[in-house]
């Protein structure tokens, strides 16, 4: 698969803003040599591309920690700003608006964790898929058959990465899509662990340690998503019960390849954390790196 997407220039920052079409974006990580895989959500898209051209620049390690730290003064900016509405005074200390500006940048980080955690999640997944397609003898076999002839059971589980791909894939080159967006990005509310760090550093209790800040919230796709919403899973059961394992085998081996550079992208990110946000850059690397190969 070739493509000709113009080089990404974006301004600084995580989450920037180009003149380049979706489509041409997901061209361009998926043809750069440092990349090589297609993020299955808009967030992810950009978090990667502005990863990439920081990486062009300067070493991967000082550009990282520069656009971190852009982000942290953005936020602390915006923390001193606020006033309370009654008095007029700032509803903050430089103090307290530099933590929150820590627990900023740590929800970035923890973004992160979770692009390397759906690689992870989805290698072992798609290698059963894998196998179930390449045992079958029969090519015009549906999904759904191949599965049961297996035995194998959650086939749809196994199934759902691969048509994500697939759609990405078809989204890329301009083809029809499913009736939604397949690049969406769900995300999931956790227990405020950051706001507890902050209140709990406030009240005199021990010193603000930003290694320590656990996520707040979980980003993903939602074709990987614990439960899936009704489309999203009537579509899927559709193509589970219709698609032909002979038109799979080349997507299923791409799909690899494409998961592999995806977990080895966002591992190398982690690994290149250093400075304020090392400490915790490693805890997130140790926390997903429980399942698969990449």
Same mark, same amino acid.
Not at 29 to 52: C, K, M, R, S, V
Not at 255 to 263: E, F, K, T, Y
């Given at each position: 698969? *070739?493509?000709?997407?113009?080089?990404?220039?974006?301004?600084?920052?995580?989450?920037?803003?180009?003149?380049?079409?979706?489509?041409?974006?997901?061209?361009?990580?998926?043809?750069?040599?440092?990349?090589?895989?297609?993020?299955?959500?808009?967030?992810?898209?950009?978090?990667?591309?502005?990863?990439?051209?920081?990486?062009?620049?300067?070493?991967?390690?000082?550009?990282?920690?520069?656009?971190?730290?852009?982000?942290?003064?953005?936020?602390?900016?915006?923390?001193?700003?606020?006033?309370?509405?009654?008095?007029?005074?700032?509803?903050?200390?430089?103090?307290?608006?530099?933590?929150?500006?820590?627990?900023?940048?740590?929800?970035?980080?923890?973004?992160?964790?979770?692009?390397?955690?759906?690689?992870?999640?989805?290698?072992?997944?798609?290698?059963?898929?894998?196998?179930?397609?390449?045992?079958?003898?029969?090519?015009?076999?549906?999904?759904?058959?191949?599965?049961?002839?297996?035995?194998?059971?959650?086939?749809?589980?196994?199934?759902?990465?691969?048509?994500?791909?697939?759609?990405?894939?078809?989204?890329?080159?301009?083809?029809?899509?499913?009736?939604?967006?397949?690049?969406?990005?769900?995300?999931?509310?956790?227990?405020?662990?950051?706001?507890?760090?902050?209140?709990?550093?406030?009240?005199?209790?021990?010193?603000?340690?930003?290694?320590?800040?656990?996520?707040?919230?979980?980003?993903?796709?939602?074709? *990987?998503?614990?439960?899936?919403?009704?489309?999203?899973?009537?579509?899927?059961?559709?193509?589970?019960?219709?698609?032909?394992?002979?038109?799979?085998?080349?997507?299923?081996?791409?799909?690899?390849?494409?998961?592999?550079?995806?977990?080895?992208?966002?591992?190398?990110?982690?690994?290149?954390?250093?400075?304020?946000?090392?400490?915790?850059?490693?805890?997130?690397?140790?926390?997903?790196?429980?399942?698969?190969?990449?």
């Amino acid at each position: 698969m *070739t493509h000709n997407a113009p080089r990404l220039n974006p301004p600084p920052g995580f989450f920037s803003t180009d003149a380049l079409n979706t489509p041409e974006r997901l061209a361009v990580l998926h043809d750069d040599p440092h990349a090589g895989f297609l993020p299955p959500t808009y967030l992810e898209i950009n978090q990667a591309l502005t990863i990439l051209d920081y990486a062009d620049e300067v070493p991967l390690k000082r550009g990282l920690h520069q656009g971190l730290m852009e982000i942290y003064d953005h936020q602390k900016k915006l923390y001193q700003r606020k006033e309370n509405e009654e008095t007029g005074k700032p509803l903050h200390s430089s103090h307290q608006a530099g933590i929150l500006a820590h627990l900023a940048v740590a929800s970035v980080l923890h973004t992160f964790g979770d692009h390397l955690a759906d690689a992870r999640t989805v290698y072992p997944r798609l290698s059963v898929m894998r196998k179930v397609v390449g045992e079958r003898i029969n090519p015009n076999l549906s999904v759904a058959a191949a599965f049961n002839d297996a035995g194998i059971e959650r086939g749809i589980e196994k199934f759902a990465p691969l048509q994500r791909y697939v759609d990405i894939v078809r989204y890329m080159i301009g083809q029809k899509m499913p009736g939604f967006d397949p690049l969406r990005t769900k995300t999931e509310r956790l227990a405020r662990v950051g706001s507890g760090a902050y209140s709990h550093t406030q009240s005199g209790g021990e010193r603000f340690n930003v290694s320590n800040v656990l996520a707040n919230k979980h980003v993903g796709s939602y074709y *990987t998503a614990p439960k899936l919403d009704k489309q999203l899973a009537d579509y899927l059961s559709f193509m589970f019960e219709t698609v032909a394992i002979g038109d799979l085998v080349d997507d299923c081996d791409k799909v690899l390849v494409d998961v592999r550079n995806r977990g080895k992208f966002w591992r190398r990110v982690l690994d290149n954390v250093g400075y304020t946000y090392n400490d915790l850059a490693s805890t997130i690397v140790a926390t997903r790196i429980g399942e698969g190969k990449p």
